[in-house]
């Protein structure tokens, strides 16, 4: 059933459990995270991030991924990841997206809350949630690496004064993780987490969630965390299948179902973790 991120995110929050954000490009990756959840009878948020659409553009993805989510027998959020344009925002709105994520943490604090306070009566009146993020999660290689990561960590009080001003719903913060694969482990500020999750009424989002520990992610969430963000983990799952089932002659089809197969194992194994399983 298709539901925005408040119905998953508040019980997640009141229980001290997590659901993952697993995003898709293609069937392949939709069908093997869908099938986890239905398997595990976990509540899942699921969709694509704005730079993720040269490879699975969101309105080429979305109607299957919509029709996947509304057939589902366990609640399913349709998201839309890392929205940095106001523009791509909108149109996922439009086009049927329940929730939506306004990245503006590279602008100023200012700029950040104005933006995302008017985007929040936006989805508001879509009947969608909005996810916004304050402080800045880089990347581990590429364009936008951060030389001095804690420069960038979420202040508690001033997560306070952003969650009250913006409206969001659920709020990603800064803590010692970033996106794609880690090249040395992440040390991640716990203390920082529960000092947010204490003066904040709103889930808060974990993201650069690929390559953490187990310990990472259940410390985590004991915290306060109630919202973690996967991608990495299940394309390098897809692509180890596909390379590991190929050899010359065979067709693409003979790809596809290791490479569902492989997408849903790596997120059963996070939802167990997790502590979602069984909550839908």
Do not use: W
């Not at 913060?173 to 992440?186: E, Q, R, S």
């Not at 204490?198 to 889930?203: E, I, L």
């Not at 808060?204 to 990495?232: A, P, Y």
């Amino acid at each position: 059933m298709l539901v925005n991120m408040n119905e998953v995110l508040l019980p997640a929050r009141k229980n001290r459990y997590a659901v993952g954000l697993f995003n898709s490009v293609n069937l392949e990756l939709a069908r093997g995270i869908i099938e986890a959840a239905e398997e595990t009878r976990s509540p899942l948020i699921f969709g694509t991030a704005e730079i993720l659409s040269p490879y699975g553009p969101v309105e080429m993805i979305v109607d299957f991924l919509k029709d996947m989510a509304k057939a589902a027998s366990v609640p399913v959020v349709l998201h839309l990841d890392h929205g940095l344009q106001k523009e791509m925002c909108m149109k996922a709105l439009t086009l049927g997206f329940t929730s939506i994520m306004y990245d503006c943490s590279k602008d100023s604090y200012e700029d950040n809350v104005k933006k995302v306070a008017e985007m929040a009566t936006i989805a508001h009146a879509f009947g969608a949630t909005i996810e916004g993020e304050l402080g800045h999660v880089g990347n581990n290689e590429g364009e936008d690496v951060l030389d001095d990561p804690r420069a960038f960590y979420t202040d508690p009080e001033t997560a306070k004064d952003f969650v009250d001003r913006t409206g969001v719903d659920a709020l990603a913060i800064a803590v010692g993780t970033a996106h794609g694969g880690y090249k040395l482990p992440p040390k991640i500020d716990f203390e920082r987490i529960e000092e947010i999750a204490a003066v904040v009424d709103v889930p808060l989002v974990l993201h650069g969630g690929s390559g953490l520990t187990d310990e990472d992610f259940i410390h985590s969430i004991r915290c306060g965390i109630s919202k973690v963000n996967i991608f990495t983990d299940l394309n390098t799952a897809a692509a180890d299948a596909a390379y590991n089932a190929y050899h010359p002659g065979i067709g693409l089809t003979d790809l596809v179902l290791p490479e569902i197969e492989a997408v849903k194992k790596a997120t059963m194994e996070k939802m167990y973790l997790f502590g979602c399983t069984g909550r839908a």
